[in-house]
């Protein structure tokens, strides 16, 4: 079997046209996906290797700084809360400044305190991002016995990889690390982060058994729908979502407002906000995101929830896709009850055809950003 992607676009940023090259997958590598309790639960699986996650993740990446102070207490016991309400899947990254300490904070609570069964259910998920030096089986044994070392685990349940430059092929070097690390039992599953369709291809091609790809996905940026969805339900390979409701962007908050005018909006004061209100400029502006927030208000006014809520429920019905992150203030505020409405939300013919009667008249991202990931490569 050969798969060829026939595509072509512009990155308007470096001003160049270039094509994807032919890449041929010798071997088919299989993902499975598995539903459990009503929608809530998801398995990934890759031949011997499986994982059950929540179908909503916790994002972690605002321990990182530019949101506020995280007080460790505070954010311990907010983790708690999320679990105890059967949201216990906790993304994190190494580089997310201390959210592995935490989670190993957390996780003792919950050994502690908690019953073994709900223990059973709790998965950590993080990334290694490496620096661009060669990628040996001792660097990355170490790396990630640090990561272990944080989150205080024998194995990582989810080790997330992203890289930088495709240019430098040792990604594949570091890939192959990681599956020995697997193998050895110090990882239980690993995955991908920002790869682009192209480079998942040649990930397959080589035999390295990934379970999923994290990528940025919302309604307005639905790029991964264009190329990433078809190899991945080829291959089986699944898309865990991020920025679904664009740092908060997509909320009644910035409903009915206008930016363009100083101080007659909310603040973009995160750094989320920030690189959304970029994605929708991007995109097709303010005027027409409005246009898109009062048909997301309609839908959930039709179903009594909220915006957010409609606008992760969409994302998770989409093609391939097997969970979606919300952030998580940890300790400031929490979204416990609008993530668990996910789950009970059937978006029908109507409000599809109604959400998608709007994002057509948006621009091609695909075209102006490039494929998944590329907005972290650009010059």
Known sequence: MS????????????????????????????????MAEKDRQVILKNGNDSLQICRVLNGMWQTSGGWGRIDRDDAVESMLKYADAGLGTFDMSNHYGPAEDLYGIF???????????????????????????????????????????????????????????????????ALKHLT?????????????????????QIILENEIPVVSNQVQHSIVDMRPQQKMAELCQLMGVKLITYGTVMGGLLSEKFLDTNLNIPFAGPPLNTPS???????????????????????????????????????????????????????????????????????????????VNSIQEVTKKGKDLLRIIGDCGDEYRRA
């Not at 690390?181 to 990882?187: D, N, P, R, S, V």
């Not at 919300?326 to 979204?335: D, P």
């Open 3 to 34: 798969i060829t992607i026939h595509s072509t676009f512009t990155n308007l940023s470096l001003l160049t046209t270039y094509p994807k090259p032919k890449v041929v997958v010798r071997r088919q590598v299989r993902c499975e996906i598995g």
């Open 180 to 200: 020995d690390l697997k193998e050895e039992g110090k990882i239980k599953t690993v995955a991908l982060t920002n790869f682009d369709t192209e480079r998942l």
């Open 107 to 173: 996780i003792n609570r919950v050994r502690r305190e908690r019953p073994p069964e709900l223990l059973e259910n709790i998965r950590g998920l993080t990334k290694w991002v490496p620096p661009p030096v060669k990628m040996t089986s001792k660097f990355v044994r170490d790396s990630i016995d640090v990561s272990r070392k944080r989150m205080d685990v024998a194995s990582l349940d989810m080790l997330q990889f992203h890289w930088w430059d495709y240019s430098n092929s040792g990604y594949l070097d």
């Open 273 to 351: 906000l920030q690189k959304y209100k970029r994605m929708v400029d991007a995109w097709g502006g303010w005027s027409l995101f409005q246009v898109l927030l009062q048909t997301l208000n309609k839908v959930a006014s039709k179903h009594g929830v909220s915006i957010p809520t409609v606008a992760v429920r969409y994302i998770l019905d989409q093609q391939a896709v097997a969970g979606s992150m919300i952030g998580v203030r940890l300790g400031l505020a929490e979204h416990v009850n609008d993530t668990n409405a996910v789950f009970s939300l059937v978006l029908d013919e109507d409000d």
